[in-house]
């Protein structure tokens, strides 16, 4: 990157979406090889969100993991993206996608299209379990969420319950 303004937007690009591309992150990466994201399920991705056309083509998108997916990793293979990789592809598929193509002028311009024109539009994110337990349960009284799975609740007990044991662990839960 040349000019250090144009990267300063990129960063600034992605940490004001950065909630929503974690999220992003974990949802394609459970469907791939959690906790990383293979090619081929980064290919799919990328025909999902309907990034893939004649500026852009698979081929490049394989060039493209390749250049992210080859840092050293201690002895370990690695044969996917962490987040920090899921990022930096979207950032070369930005600016292969708007900017070399010259639709647009800065990689920043190129990472904000995408973002926001492509990505966000395209792919829902699914709330995390820790957004459904601050919006659903902490909402609630524990005693309601208790009353209303009472019958649940009773019959796991009583099926885990022994004469030697009258309590559950919670792997048995």
């Keep these: 990157m ?12 992605i940490f004001d979406h950065f909630s929503y591309l974690k999220v992003l992150f974990l949802q394609v990466a459970c469907h791939s090889s959690y906790p990383f994201i293979t090619l081929i399920d980064y290919q799919t991705f990328c025909g999902q969100i309907g990034v893939l056309d004649n500026n852009l083509k698979l081929s490049l998108v394989d060039i493209c993991f390749a250049a992210a997916n080859s840092k050293p990793t201690k002895g370990v293979l690695k044969t996917g993206l962490n987040r920090a990789e899921f990022i930096e592809m979207l950032v070369r598929i930005a600016i292969i996608k708007y900017q070399d193509s010259k639709v647009v002028k800065f990689a920043s311009d190129a990472v904000q299209k995408l973002l926001e024109e492509v990505i966000v539009p395209q792919w829902v994110v699914q709330p995390t379990w820790m957004e459904f337990r601050t919006r659903y349960l902490w909402t609630l009284d ?3 969420v ?12 009583s ?15």
Excluded: C
Excluded at 2 to 13: A, E, G, R, S, V
Excluded at 146 to 157: C, D, V
């Design 2 to 13: 040349k000019d250090p303004h144009d990267l300063t937007k990129i960063f600034d690009d």
């Design 142 to 144: 524990v005693n309601d």
């Design 146 to 157: 208790f009353a209303a799975n009472m019958f649940g609740i009773q019959k796991l007990y």
């Design 159 to 173: 099926r885990q319950q022994t004469i030697h044991k009258s309590w559950l662990e919670y792997s048995e839960a």
